[in-house]
Protein backbone atom coordinates (compact mmCIF):
# COMPACT_ATOMS: atom_id res chain seq x y z
CA UNK A 1 0.00 0.00 0.00
CA UNK A 2 1.05 3.78 -0.92
CA UNK A 3 1.14 6.04 1.87
CA UNK A 4 -2.41 7.23 0.72
CA UNK A 5 -3.84 4.06 1.29
CA UNK A 6 -2.28 3.64 4.31
CA UNK A 7 -4.17 6.83 5.58
CA UNK A 8 -7.20 5.67 4.67
CA UNK A 9 -7.33 2.29 6.56
CA UNK A 10 -5.37 3.79 9.58
CA UNK A 11 -8.56 6.22 9.91
CA UNK A 12 -10.91 2.61 9.52
CA UNK A 13 -8.78 1.18 12.18
CA UNK A 14 -9.58 4.49 14.06
CA UNK A 15 -13.10 3.69 13.51
CA UNK A 16 -12.83 -0.26 14.64
CA UNK A 17 -11.12 1.23 18.02
CA UNK A 18 -13.82 3.12 18.79
CA UNK A 19 -16.49 0.82 17.78
CA UNK A 20 -14.93 -2.61 19.53
CA UNK A 21 -14.76 -0.08 22.95
CA UNK A 22 -18.15 1.54 22.87
CA UNK A 23 -20.05 -1.90 21.96
CA UNK A 24 -18.85 -3.40 24.73
CA UNK A 25 -18.05 -0.10 27.09
CA UNK A 26 -14.93 -1.27 28.09
CA UNK A 27 -11.42 -1.29 26.92
CA UNK A 28 -8.74 1.22 25.87
CA UNK A 29 -8.91 3.02 23.30
CA UNK A 30 -6.49 6.20 23.92
CA UNK A 31 -3.17 4.05 23.65
CA UNK A 32 -4.87 2.07 20.59
CA UNK A 33 -5.76 5.29 18.53
CA UNK A 34 -2.17 6.90 19.26
CA UNK A 35 -0.89 3.24 17.76
CA UNK A 36 -2.89 2.94 14.50
CA UNK A 37 -0.32 4.49 12.13
CA UNK A 38 2.30 2.29 13.07
CA UNK A 39 0.31 -0.95 13.39
CA UNK A 40 -1.23 0.09 9.80
CA UNK A 41 2.11 0.85 8.48
CA UNK A 42 3.55 -2.31 10.22
CA UNK A 43 0.94 -5.08 8.98
CA UNK A 44 0.10 -3.93 5.65
CA UNK A 45 3.33 -2.06 4.29
CA UNK A 46 6.58 -3.88 6.08
CA UNK A 47 5.70 -7.36 7.55
CA UNK A 48 6.29 -10.28 5.53
CA UNK A 49 3.45 -12.43 6.74
CA UNK A 50 0.75 -15.10 6.18
CA UNK A 51 -2.49 -13.78 7.93
CA UNK A 52 -4.42 -16.47 5.43
CA UNK A 53 -2.49 -19.38 6.89
CA UNK A 54 -0.77 -18.23 10.39
CA UNK A 55 1.49 -20.67 11.77
CA UNK A 56 2.61 -20.35 15.78
CA UNK A 57 6.06 -21.05 14.42
CA UNK A 58 6.19 -18.38 12.09
CA UNK A 59 9.29 -19.82 9.65
CA UNK A 60 10.37 -17.57 7.59
CA UNK A 61 7.24 -15.27 8.13
CA UNK A 62 8.42 -11.84 10.03
CA UNK A 63 6.44 -12.12 13.48
CA UNK A 64 4.95 -8.98 15.71
CA UNK A 65 4.62 -8.84 19.52
CA UNK A 66 2.82 -6.78 21.43
CA UNK A 67 3.72 -6.13 24.70
CA UNK A 68 1.16 -3.35 25.85
CA UNK A 69 -1.62 -5.80 25.42
CA UNK A 70 -4.12 -3.56 26.50
CA UNK A 71 -4.42 -2.11 23.10
CA UNK A 72 -5.98 -5.17 22.23
CA UNK A 73 -8.52 -2.98 19.72
CA UNK A 74 -6.10 -1.58 17.31
CA UNK A 75 -4.01 -4.85 17.34
CA UNK A 76 -7.30 -7.01 16.76
CA UNK A 77 -8.24 -4.48 13.74
CA UNK A 78 -5.39 -4.97 11.90
CA UNK A 79 -5.56 -8.44 12.33
CA UNK A 80 -8.83 -8.86 10.91
CA UNK A 81 -8.77 -6.20 8.39
CA UNK A 82 -5.29 -8.02 7.06
CA UNK A 83 -7.05 -11.21 6.61
CA UNK A 84 -6.49 -13.29 9.86
CA UNK A 85 -10.20 -13.63 11.07
CA UNK A 86 -13.00 -12.25 9.53
CA UNK A 87 -13.72 -8.84 10.26
CA UNK A 88 -17.38 -9.30 11.84
CA UNK A 89 -15.51 -10.89 14.86
CA UNK A 90 -15.28 -7.49 16.30
CA UNK A 91 -18.48 -7.72 17.05
CA UNK A 92 -17.18 -9.58 19.66
CA UNK A 93 -14.87 -7.84 21.50
CA UNK A 94 -14.58 -8.66 25.13
CA UNK A 95 -18.15 -10.34 25.29
CA UNK A 96 -18.25 -13.82 27.34
CA UNK A 97 -17.38 -16.91 24.44
CA UNK A 98 -15.07 -14.68 22.42
CA UNK A 99 -11.57 -15.20 21.11
CA UNK A 100 -11.22 -11.65 21.74
CA UNK A 101 -10.29 -11.41 24.94
CA UNK A 102 -9.69 -8.27 27.04
CA UNK A 103 -5.80 -8.57 26.38
CA UNK A 104 -4.56 -10.80 23.71
CA UNK A 105 -4.76 -14.56 24.22
CA UNK A 106 -3.87 -17.50 22.92
CA UNK A 107 -6.03 -19.48 25.04
CA UNK A 108 -8.94 -19.30 22.71
CA UNK A 109 -7.26 -19.60 19.36
CA UNK A 110 -6.96 -16.62 17.78
CA UNK A 111 -5.11 -16.64 14.87
CA UNK A 112 -2.22 -14.26 15.32
CA UNK A 113 -1.30 -14.20 18.57
CA UNK A 114 1.56 -16.18 19.66
CA UNK A 115 1.57 -15.05 23.36
CA UNK A 116 -0.67 -13.97 26.00
CA UNK A 117 -0.39 -10.37 26.91
CA UNK A 118 -1.43 -7.29 29.59
CA UNK A 119 0.11 -8.05 32.83
CA UNK A 120 3.14 -5.33 31.39
CA UNK A 121 6.84 -5.83 31.03
CA UNK A 122 7.16 -9.59 29.78
CA UNK A 123 6.34 -9.08 25.94
CA UNK A 124 10.19 -7.98 25.07
CA UNK A 125 11.07 -11.12 26.58
CA UNK A 126 9.27 -13.77 24.68
CA UNK A 127 10.38 -11.56 21.51
CA UNK A 128 13.80 -12.07 22.54
CA UNK A 129 13.10 -16.22 22.76
CA UNK A 130 11.99 -15.49 19.37
CA UNK A 131 14.84 -13.93 17.66
CA UNK A 132 16.92 -16.67 19.46
CA UNK A 133 14.74 -19.32 17.93
CA UNK A 134 15.00 -17.54 14.30
CA UNK A 135 19.02 -17.38 15.21
CA UNK A 136 19.32 -20.93 15.72
CA UNK A 137 16.45 -22.10 12.79
CA UNK A 138 19.17 -19.72 10.37
CA UNK A 139 15.53 -17.75 9.49
CA UNK A 140 16.80 -14.32 8.64
CA UNK A 141 12.79 -12.61 9.45
CA UNK A 142 12.07 -9.82 11.44
CA UNK A 143 10.81 -9.57 15.26
CA UNK A 144 8.60 -6.25 15.50
CA UNK A 145 7.73 -5.17 18.90
CA UNK A 146 5.73 -2.93 20.50
CA UNK A 147 6.20 -1.64 23.82
CA UNK A 148 4.37 0.80 26.09
CA UNK A 149 5.93 4.07 27.54
CA UNK A 150 4.90 3.56 30.88
CA UNK A 151 5.33 -0.38 30.13
CA UNK A 152 9.32 0.39 30.95
CA UNK A 153 8.86 1.20 34.27
CA UNK A 154 8.72 -2.74 34.82
CA UNK A 155 11.86 -4.14 35.81
CA UNK A 156 11.79 -6.94 33.24
CA UNK A 157 11.82 -4.85 30.25
CA UNK A 158 15.74 -3.53 31.46
CA UNK A 159 16.65 -7.23 32.17
CA UNK A 160 15.36 -8.25 28.19
CA UNK A 161 16.72 -5.00 27.16
CA UNK A 162 20.42 -6.00 28.70
CA UNK A 163 20.26 -9.39 27.32
CA UNK A 164 19.05 -8.51 23.86
CA UNK A 165 22.46 -6.18 23.93
CA UNK A 166 24.70 -8.87 25.21
CA UNK A 167 23.62 -11.56 23.13
CA UNK A 168 23.27 -8.97 19.79
CA UNK A 169 19.83 -10.14 18.38
CA UNK A 170 20.32 -7.82 15.64
CA UNK A 171 17.18 -8.89 14.48
CA UNK A 172 14.67 -7.32 16.87
CA UNK A 173 12.74 -3.95 15.89
CA UNK A 174 10.97 -2.37 19.32
CA UNK A 175 9.02 0.59 19.09
CA UNK A 176 8.40 2.62 22.54
CA UNK A 177 4.70 4.09 22.40
CA UNK A 178 6.43 7.62 23.73
CA UNK A 179 2.75 8.55 24.63
CA UNK A 180 4.12 10.07 27.96
CA UNK A 181 0.65 9.27 29.24
CA UNK A 182 -0.16 6.45 31.96
CA UNK A 183 -3.41 5.80 33.74
CA UNK A 184 -2.56 7.81 36.61
CA UNK A 185 -1.25 10.92 34.94
CA UNK A 186 1.52 12.19 32.79
CA UNK A 187 4.94 9.68 32.65
CA UNK A 188 7.08 12.85 34.36
CA UNK A 189 4.89 13.37 37.14
CA UNK A 190 4.36 9.46 37.52
CA UNK A 191 7.96 7.91 36.98
CA UNK A 192 9.93 10.42 34.76
CA UNK A 193 12.64 9.36 32.52
CA UNK A 194 14.33 12.57 30.93
CA UNK A 195 15.33 10.51 27.59
CA UNK A 196 14.22 6.75 27.09
CA UNK A 197 16.65 6.99 23.85
CA UNK A 198 20.05 7.55 25.84
CA UNK A 199 18.92 5.05 28.59
CA UNK A 200 18.75 2.43 25.22
CA UNK A 201 22.08 3.76 23.76
CA UNK A 202 24.21 3.27 27.24
CA UNK A 203 22.68 -0.64 26.83
CA UNK A 204 24.12 -0.99 23.65
CA UNK A 205 21.06 -0.62 21.35
CA UNK A 206 20.83 1.11 18.34
CA UNK A 207 18.15 4.13 19.06
CA UNK A 208 16.42 5.85 16.30
CA UNK A 209 13.63 8.41 16.56
CA UNK A 210 10.23 9.12 14.93
CA UNK A 211 6.86 10.67 14.72
CA UNK A 212 4.52 7.47 15.05
CA UNK A 213 1.62 9.65 13.69
CA UNK A 214 3.22 10.67 10.78
CA UNK A 215 2.85 8.41 7.84
CA UNK A 216 5.06 9.62 5.56
CA UNK A 217 7.71 9.75 8.13
CA UNK A 218 7.15 6.10 9.22
CA UNK A 219 7.41 4.86 5.89
CA UNK A 220 11.57 6.43 5.56
CA UNK A 221 12.36 5.81 9.19
CA UNK A 222 11.47 2.35 9.28
CA UNK A 223 13.44 1.17 6.45
CA UNK A 224 16.19 3.01 8.39
CA UNK A 225 15.87 1.31 11.06
CA UNK A 226 15.52 -2.32 9.16
CA UNK A 227 18.50 -1.39 7.26
CA UNK A 228 20.48 -1.29 10.86
CA UNK A 229 18.84 -4.85 11.64
CA UNK A 230 21.96 -7.81 11.15
CA UNK A 231 24.68 -5.48 12.53
CA UNK A 232 25.11 -6.73 16.32
CA UNK A 233 22.78 -4.63 17.48
CA UNK A 234 19.23 -4.69 18.38
CA UNK A 235 17.21 -1.52 17.40
CA UNK A 236 14.11 0.22 18.93
CA UNK A 237 12.51 3.41 17.33
CA UNK A 238 11.39 5.73 20.44
CA UNK A 239 8.22 6.90 18.53
CA UNK A 240 6.50 10.04 19.70
CA UNK A 241 2.62 9.29 19.91
CA UNK A 242 -0.29 11.59 20.75
CA UNK A 243 -2.68 9.32 23.02
CA UNK A 244 -6.03 9.47 21.57
CA UNK A 245 -4.80 10.55 18.24
CA UNK A 246 -7.32 11.36 15.41
CA UNK A 247 -9.68 12.44 18.06
CA UNK A 248 -10.05 15.69 19.50
CA UNK A 249 -11.57 15.07 22.74
CA UNK A 250 -9.21 12.27 23.62
CA UNK A 251 -5.97 13.83 22.69
CA UNK A 252 -3.45 15.65 25.24
CA UNK A 253 -4.91 13.66 28.55
CA UNK A 254 -4.38 10.17 30.08
CA UNK A 255 -7.94 10.19 30.52
CA UNK A 256 -8.94 7.48 27.90
CA UNK A 257 -6.62 5.37 28.88
CA UNK A 258 -9.15 2.95 29.85
CA UNK A 259 -12.37 4.59 29.33
CA UNK A 260 -15.33 4.16 27.20
CA UNK A 261 -16.99 7.13 25.00
CA UNK A 262 -20.73 6.97 25.99
CA UNK A 263 -23.59 7.24 22.84
CA UNK A 264 -22.54 11.10 22.51
CA UNK A 265 -19.02 10.61 22.19
CA UNK A 266 -18.96 8.21 20.23
CA UNK A 267 -20.91 10.14 17.52
CA UNK A 268 -18.65 13.19 18.56
CA UNK A 269 -15.49 10.32 17.94
CA UNK A 270 -16.83 9.37 14.55
CA UNK A 271 -17.56 11.99 12.87
CA UNK A 272 -14.09 13.24 12.90
CA UNK A 273 -12.63 10.33 11.36
CA UNK A 274 -14.18 9.87 7.94
CA UNK A 275 -15.93 6.58 6.61
CA UNK A 276 -13.85 4.74 4.44
CA UNK A 277 -14.78 2.26 1.40
CA UNK A 278 -13.52 -0.14 3.55
CA UNK A 279 -16.65 -0.19 6.06
CA UNK A 280 -17.46 -0.26 8.99
CA UNK A 281 -17.75 -3.88 11.08
CA UNK B 1 -33.44 -19.23 57.20
CA UNK B 2 -32.81 -15.53 58.71
CA UNK B 3 -33.05 -12.50 56.81
CA UNK B 4 -30.99 -10.10 55.35
CA UNK B 5 -31.58 -7.23 53.73
CA UNK B 6 -29.22 -5.45 51.22
CA UNK B 7 -28.32 -1.89 52.36
CA UNK B 8 -26.58 -0.45 49.23
CA UNK B 9 -24.74 -1.63 46.24
CA UNK B 10 -21.42 -0.86 46.28
CA UNK B 11 -17.74 -2.41 45.08
CA UNK B 12 -15.66 -3.87 48.03
CA UNK B 13 -12.11 -1.63 46.83
CA UNK B 14 -14.30 1.39 47.94
CA UNK B 15 -14.65 -0.61 51.06
CA UNK B 16 -10.95 -0.61 50.99
CA UNK B 17 -10.54 3.11 50.09
CA UNK B 18 -12.88 4.07 53.34
CA UNK B 19 -10.91 1.61 55.69
CA UNK B 20 -7.16 3.11 54.37
CA UNK B 21 -8.45 6.67 54.66
CA UNK B 22 -9.75 6.21 58.31
CA UNK B 23 -6.94 4.04 59.55
CA UNK B 24 -4.51 6.96 58.05
CA UNK B 25 -6.50 9.24 60.54
CA UNK B 26 -6.24 6.85 63.41
CA UNK B 27 -1.96 5.97 62.79
CA UNK B 28 0.37 8.33 61.10
CA UNK B 29 2.23 5.15 60.51
CA UNK B 30 0.50 4.13 58.10
CA UNK B 31 1.29 4.43 54.64
CA UNK B 32 0.22 3.62 51.24
CA UNK B 33 1.72 2.46 48.24
CA UNK B 34 0.23 2.09 44.36
CA UNK B 35 1.71 1.35 41.34
CA UNK B 36 -0.47 3.57 38.85
CA UNK B 37 -3.66 2.47 39.82
CA UNK B 38 -4.46 4.87 42.29
CA UNK B 39 -7.94 5.13 41.36
CA UNK B 40 -8.75 1.36 40.45
CA UNK B 41 -7.65 0.87 44.13
CA UNK B 42 -9.89 4.04 45.33
CA UNK B 43 -6.71 5.55 46.90
CA UNK B 44 -7.14 8.94 46.12
CA UNK B 45 -9.07 9.87 49.04
CA UNK B 46 -5.91 8.60 51.10
CA UNK B 47 -3.56 10.20 48.87
CA UNK B 48 -5.64 13.36 48.66
CA UNK B 49 -5.54 13.82 52.59
CA UNK B 50 -1.77 12.55 53.35
CA UNK B 51 0.32 13.43 49.93
CA UNK B 52 3.51 13.11 51.95
CA UNK B 53 2.37 9.60 52.85
CA UNK B 54 1.70 8.31 49.57
CA UNK B 55 4.07 6.83 47.14
CA UNK B 56 3.49 6.18 44.03
CA UNK B 57 5.39 3.82 42.50
CA UNK B 58 4.96 3.56 38.72
CA UNK B 59 4.12 0.39 36.93
CA UNK B 60 6.40 -1.49 39.39
CA UNK B 61 5.27 -4.00 41.89
CA UNK B 62 8.44 -5.89 42.40
CA UNK B 63 10.25 -2.84 43.28
CA UNK B 64 6.92 -1.54 45.29
CA UNK B 65 6.99 -4.90 47.59
CA UNK B 66 10.75 -3.90 48.14
CA UNK B 67 10.07 -0.51 49.06
CA UNK B 68 7.28 -1.58 51.23
CA UNK B 69 9.89 -4.24 53.68
CA UNK B 70 11.65 -0.97 53.97
CA UNK B 71 9.09 1.19 54.99
CA UNK B 72 8.16 -1.65 57.84
CA UNK B 73 11.54 -1.89 58.64
CA UNK B 74 11.32 1.70 59.48
CA UNK B 75 8.49 1.07 61.36
CA UNK B 76 5.87 2.40 59.46
CA UNK B 77 2.30 0.25 58.27
CA UNK B 78 2.60 -0.14 54.95
CA UNK B 79 -0.63 -0.94 52.81
CA UNK B 80 0.40 -1.26 49.03
CA UNK B 81 -2.36 -1.38 46.25
CA UNK B 82 -2.53 -2.75 42.97
CA UNK B 83 -4.29 -5.40 41.48
CA UNK B 84 -4.63 -9.23 42.73
CA UNK B 85 -2.64 -10.80 39.87
CA UNK B 86 0.58 -7.92 40.31
CA UNK B 87 -0.33 -8.23 44.04
CA UNK B 88 0.97 -11.95 44.38
CA UNK B 89 1.94 -13.91 41.16
CA UNK B 90 3.99 -11.17 39.51
CA UNK B 91 5.88 -10.26 42.95
CA UNK B 92 5.61 -13.70 44.85
CA UNK B 93 9.57 -14.31 45.50
CA UNK B 94 9.27 -10.64 46.51
CA UNK B 95 6.88 -11.07 49.11
CA UNK B 96 8.05 -14.46 50.47
CA UNK B 97 11.75 -13.28 51.07
CA UNK B 98 11.59 -9.72 51.70
CA UNK B 99 7.95 -9.69 53.61
CA UNK B 100 7.14 -13.20 54.84
CA UNK B 101 9.60 -14.77 56.13
CA UNK B 102 11.45 -11.56 57.18
CA UNK B 103 8.17 -11.12 58.69
CA UNK B 104 7.59 -7.68 58.04
CA UNK B 105 4.65 -5.49 59.27
CA UNK B 106 3.36 -5.09 55.48
CA UNK B 107 -0.07 -5.28 54.03
CA UNK B 108 -0.75 -6.46 50.89
CA UNK B 109 -4.09 -5.01 49.25
CA UNK B 110 -5.35 -6.67 46.14
CA UNK B 111 -8.63 -5.38 44.25
CA UNK B 112 -9.98 -6.91 40.96
CA UNK B 113 -9.91 -10.08 42.73
CA UNK B 114 -11.17 -13.11 41.03
CA UNK B 115 -13.53 -13.37 37.60
CA UNK B 116 -16.02 -10.47 38.50
CA UNK B 117 -13.44 -8.52 37.38
CA UNK B 118 -14.85 -8.99 34.17
CA UNK B 119 -14.03 -7.66 30.56
CA UNK B 120 -10.32 -7.35 30.96
CA UNK B 121 -10.16 -11.39 31.23
CA UNK B 122 -8.03 -14.22 32.18
CA UNK B 123 -4.92 -11.96 32.01
CA UNK B 124 -5.89 -10.07 35.15
CA UNK B 125 -8.21 -12.40 37.06
CA UNK B 126 -6.25 -14.42 39.32
CA UNK B 127 -8.02 -17.63 40.26
CA UNK B 128 -4.69 -18.87 42.49
CA UNK B 129 -3.93 -15.97 44.73
CA UNK B 130 -5.90 -17.45 48.11
CA UNK B 131 -3.43 -20.30 47.46
CA UNK B 132 -0.55 -18.86 46.50
CA UNK B 133 -0.66 -16.45 49.69
CA UNK B 134 -1.93 -18.89 52.16
CA UNK B 135 1.13 -21.20 51.68
CA UNK B 136 3.45 -18.48 52.97
CA UNK B 137 3.99 -19.19 56.83
CA UNK B 138 2.92 -16.79 58.88
CA UNK B 139 0.48 -15.15 55.91
CA UNK B 140 -2.65 -13.80 56.90
CA UNK B 141 -4.96 -14.64 54.58
CA UNK B 142 -8.59 -12.14 54.08
CA UNK B 143 -11.51 -12.09 51.72
CA UNK B 144 -14.21 -9.76 52.89
CA UNK B 145 -17.58 -10.23 50.72
CA UNK B 146 -19.00 -6.56 50.88
CA UNK B 147 -18.13 -3.19 51.45
CA UNK B 148 -18.91 -2.88 55.35
CA UNK B 149 -17.06 -5.90 55.93
CA UNK B 150 -13.78 -4.85 54.17
CA UNK B 151 -13.48 -1.34 55.13
CA UNK B 152 -13.69 -2.94 58.85
CA UNK B 153 -11.06 -5.49 57.49
CA UNK B 154 -8.77 -2.75 56.31
CA UNK B 155 -8.99 -1.15 59.99
CA UNK B 156 -8.55 -4.40 61.86
CA UNK B 157 -5.18 -5.05 59.60
CA UNK B 158 -3.63 -1.62 60.43
CA UNK B 159 -4.17 -2.37 64.07
CA UNK B 160 -2.07 -6.44 63.72
CA UNK B 161 1.46 -6.92 63.67
CA UNK B 162 2.24 -8.79 60.44
CA UNK B 163 2.01 -9.67 56.68
CA UNK B 164 -1.93 -9.97 55.40
CA UNK B 165 -2.94 -10.55 51.95
CA UNK B 166 -6.69 -8.52 52.09
CA UNK B 167 -8.53 -9.69 49.17
CA UNK B 168 -11.31 -7.37 47.57
CA UNK B 169 -13.29 -7.19 44.09
CA UNK B 170 -14.01 -4.36 41.28
CA UNK B 171 -17.56 -4.65 40.67
CA UNK B 172 -20.37 -3.03 42.97
CA UNK B 173 -22.33 -5.91 45.06
CA UNK B 174 -25.10 -6.27 47.53
CA UNK B 175 -23.90 -4.74 51.18
CA UNK B 176 -25.75 -6.95 54.07
CA UNK B 177 -23.25 -7.06 56.55
CA UNK B 178 -23.91 -3.99 59.68
CA UNK B 179 -21.64 -1.38 59.33
CA UNK B 180 -19.22 -0.80 61.87
CA UNK B 181 -19.62 -4.05 62.72
CA UNK B 182 -15.97 -4.96 64.47
CA UNK B 183 -13.35 -7.60 62.51
CA UNK B 184 -11.85 -10.03 64.61
CA UNK B 185 -9.46 -11.53 62.27
CA UNK B 186 -9.65 -15.34 61.99
CA UNK B 187 -13.19 -15.50 63.95
CA UNK B 188 -15.67 -16.96 61.72
CA UNK B 189 -19.06 -15.45 60.76
CA UNK B 190 -22.48 -17.07 61.53
CA UNK B 191 -24.82 -16.17 59.56
CA UNK B 192 -27.81 -18.28 59.70
CA UNK B 193 -27.97 -21.28 61.86
CA UNK B 194 -28.86 -24.36 59.92
CA UNK B 195 -28.67 -28.78 60.78
CA UNK B 196 -28.65 -30.60 57.54
CA UNK B 197 -25.49 -28.84 55.36
CA UNK B 198 -22.69 -26.18 56.27
CA UNK B 199 -21.93 -23.91 53.36
CA UNK B 200 -18.78 -21.95 54.32
CA UNK B 201 -18.14 -19.16 51.79
CA UNK B 202 -15.83 -16.36 51.00
CA UNK B 203 -15.94 -12.81 49.50
CA UNK B 204 -18.33 -12.32 46.70
CA UNK B 205 -19.85 -15.71 47.53
CA UNK B 206 -21.40 -15.11 51.00
CA UNK B 207 -23.59 -13.40 49.28
CA UNK B 208 -24.83 -16.37 46.74
CA UNK B 209 -24.53 -18.18 49.43
CA UNK B 210 -27.15 -16.74 51.80
CA UNK B 211 -29.12 -16.35 48.17
CA UNK B 212 -29.19 -20.46 47.93
CA UNK B 213 -29.73 -20.53 51.59
CA UNK B 214 -33.19 -19.18 50.26
CA UNK B 215 -34.21 -21.30 47.98
CA UNK B 216 -32.89 -24.55 50.09
CA UNK B 217 -35.53 -23.54 52.79
CA UNK B 218 -38.27 -23.06 50.36
CA UNK B 219 -37.14 -26.95 49.57
CA UNK B 220 -37.16 -27.57 53.29
CA UNK B 221 -33.76 -27.86 53.66
CA UNK B 222 -31.62 -26.19 56.46
CA UNK B 223 -28.23 -24.84 55.76
CA UNK B 224 -25.71 -23.25 58.29
CA UNK B 225 -24.16 -20.82 56.37
CA UNK B 226 -20.89 -19.18 57.64
CA UNK B 227 -18.73 -16.14 56.74
CA UNK B 228 -15.03 -17.05 56.01
CA UNK B 229 -13.58 -13.92 55.65
CA UNK B 230 -9.69 -15.07 57.09
CA UNK B 231 -8.95 -18.16 55.30
CA UNK B 232 -5.79 -18.08 57.32
CA UNK B 233 -5.88 -18.64 60.31
CA UNK B 234 -8.77 -20.85 59.42
CA UNK B 235 -11.39 -20.91 62.35
CA UNK B 236 -11.35 -24.46 62.69
CA UNK B 237 -13.25 -24.98 66.08
CA UNK B 238 -15.79 -23.35 64.04
CA UNK B 239 -15.70 -25.65 60.93
CA UNK B 240 -15.66 -28.50 63.02
CA UNK B 241 -18.76 -27.49 65.13
CA UNK B 242 -20.67 -27.06 62.14
CA UNK B 243 -19.80 -30.13 60.51
CA UNK B 244 -19.92 -32.09 63.75
CA UNK B 245 -23.83 -30.67 63.52
CA UNK B 246 -24.80 -30.88 60.03
CA UNK B 247 -22.51 -34.16 59.05
CA UNK B 248 -22.10 -32.01 55.55
CA UNK B 249 -19.90 -29.29 54.18
CA UNK B 250 -20.23 -26.67 50.81
CA UNK B 251 -17.22 -24.52 50.17
CA UNK B 252 -18.06 -21.58 47.83
CA UNK B 253 -15.35 -19.64 46.73
CA UNK B 254 -14.27 -16.92 43.55
CA UNK B 255 -10.88 -19.13 43.19
CA UNK B 256 -9.55 -21.98 41.68
CA UNK B 257 -10.58 -25.40 43.17
CA UNK B 258 -6.75 -25.73 43.90
CA UNK B 259 -5.43 -23.77 46.75
CA UNK B 260 -8.50 -22.32 48.03
CA UNK B 261 -10.68 -22.26 51.28
CA UNK B 262 -12.45 -25.84 50.05
CA UNK B 263 -8.99 -27.08 50.70
CA UNK B 264 -8.15 -25.06 53.92
CA UNK B 265 -11.78 -26.70 54.99
CA UNK B 266 -11.06 -30.43 53.74
CA UNK B 267 -7.69 -30.72 55.01
CA UNK B 268 -9.00 -29.58 58.56
CA UNK B 269 -12.06 -31.90 57.75
CA UNK B 270 -9.76 -34.93 56.72
CA UNK B 271 -7.26 -34.53 59.73
CA UNK B 272 -9.94 -34.17 62.59
CA UNK B 273 -13.41 -35.01 61.38
CA UNK B 274 -13.79 -36.70 57.92
CA UNK B 275 -17.04 -35.56 56.46
CA UNK B 276 -18.52 -34.72 52.48
CA UNK B 277 -17.34 -31.64 50.95
CA UNK B 278 -18.66 -30.38 48.22
CA UNK B 279 -16.87 -27.59 46.27
CA UNK B 280 -18.12 -24.60 44.69
CA UNK B 281 -15.26 -23.10 42.79
CA UNK B 282 -13.48 -22.72 39.58
CA UNK B 283 -12.74 -25.89 38.39
CA UNK B 284 -8.83 -26.09 37.53
CA UNK B 285 -9.04 -23.50 34.23
CA UNK B 286 -8.82 -19.90 32.92
CA UNK B 287 -11.17 -17.08 33.37
CA UNK B 288 -12.03 -14.95 30.21
CA UNK B 289 -13.58 -11.77 29.42
CA UNK B 290 -17.45 -11.41 30.16
CA UNK B 291 -19.82 -9.72 32.14
CA UNK B 292 -19.18 -10.60 36.04
CA UNK B 293 -22.79 -12.50 36.52
CA UNK B 294 -22.41 -14.14 32.75
CA UNK B 295 -19.23 -15.41 34.13
CA UNK B 296 -20.33 -17.07 37.95
CA UNK B 297 -23.15 -18.47 35.90
CA UNK B 298 -20.53 -19.88 32.96
CA UNK B 299 -17.74 -21.10 35.53
CA UNK B 300 -20.75 -22.85 37.95
CA UNK B 301 -20.19 -19.43 40.80
CA UNK B 302 -23.93 -19.39 40.84
CA UNK B 303 -26.44 -19.68 43.88
CA UNK B 304 -28.36 -22.38 41.74
CA UNK B 305 -24.55 -24.17 42.23
CA UNK B 306 -24.26 -23.95 46.48
CA UNK B 307 -28.02 -25.21 46.15
CA UNK B 308 -26.74 -28.16 43.95
CA UNK B 309 -23.34 -28.47 46.07
CA UNK B 310 -25.76 -28.82 49.38
CA UNK B 311 -28.22 -31.49 48.04
CA UNK B 312 -24.77 -33.39 46.18
CA UNK B 313 -23.34 -33.08 49.92
CA UNK B 314 -26.21 -34.10 51.91
CA UNK B 315 -26.93 -37.50 49.62
CA UNK B 316 -23.61 -38.41 50.61
CA UNK B 317 -23.77 -37.88 54.69
CA UNK B 318 -22.85 -40.97 56.42
C1 LIG C 1 2.10 -5.71 35.55
C2 LIG C 1 0.99 -4.76 35.34
N1 LIG C 1 0.80 -3.78 36.24
C3 LIG C 1 -0.22 -2.93 36.09
C4 LIG C 1 -1.07 -3.04 35.04
C5 LIG C 1 -2.27 -2.11 34.90
N2 LIG C 1 -2.04 -1.21 33.76
C6 LIG C 1 -2.58 -1.45 32.55
S1 LIG C 1 -2.14 -0.33 31.40
C7 LIG C 1 -1.23 0.55 32.53
C8 LIG C 1 -0.52 1.80 32.11
C9 LIG C 1 0.41 1.52 31.00
O1 LIG C 1 1.05 2.69 30.57
P1 LIG C 1 1.65 2.73 29.10
O2 LIG C 1 2.51 1.53 28.89
O3 LIG C 1 2.28 4.04 28.93
O4 LIG C 1 0.39 2.55 28.18
P2 LIG C 1 -0.65 3.72 27.73
O5 LIG C 1 -1.38 4.16 28.96
O6 LIG C 1 0.15 4.80 27.13
O7 LIG C 1 -1.55 3.04 26.75
C10 LIG C 1 -1.28 -0.07 33.79
C11 LIG C 1 -0.62 0.41 34.99
C12 LIG C 1 -0.84 -4.08 34.13
N3 LIG C 1 -1.64 -4.29 33.07
N4 LIG C 1 0.21 -4.91 34.29
MG1 LIG D 1 1.99 5.57 27.63
Known sequence: ?281 | MKKFEITAQKDTRSGFGAGLLEAARHDERVVGLCADLTGSLMMDAFQKEYPHRFFQTGIAEANMMGLASGLAIGGKIPFTGTFANFSTGRVYDQIRQSIAYSHKNVKICASHAGLTLGEDGATHQILEDIGLMKMLPGMTVINPCDYNQTKAATLAIAQYYGPVYLRFGRPKWPVFTPENQVFEIGKALMLNEGADVSIFATGHLVWKAIQAGEILAEKGISAEIINIHTIKPLDAEAVLNSARKTRCVVTAEEHQINGGLGDSIAQILARNLPTPVEMVAVMDSFGESGKPEELLTKYHLDTSDVVAAAERAIARKI
Open chain 1, 1 to 281: MDSTQLQVMATQVRRDILRQVYNVQSGHPGGSLGLADYFTALFFHFMKHNPSAFSMEANHEDVFILSNGHVSPVYYSVLARSGYFPVSELNTFRLINSRLQGHPATHEGLPGIRVATGSLGQGLSVAAGIALSKKLNKDDRTIYVVTGDGELQEGQIWEAVMYAAHNKLDNMLVAVDFNGQQIDGSIADIMGFDEIGSKFASFGWEVMYMDGNNMDEILTTVPQALSKLGHGKPVVIIMKTEMGQGVDFMMGTHAWHGKAPNAEQFEKAMAQLPETELGDF
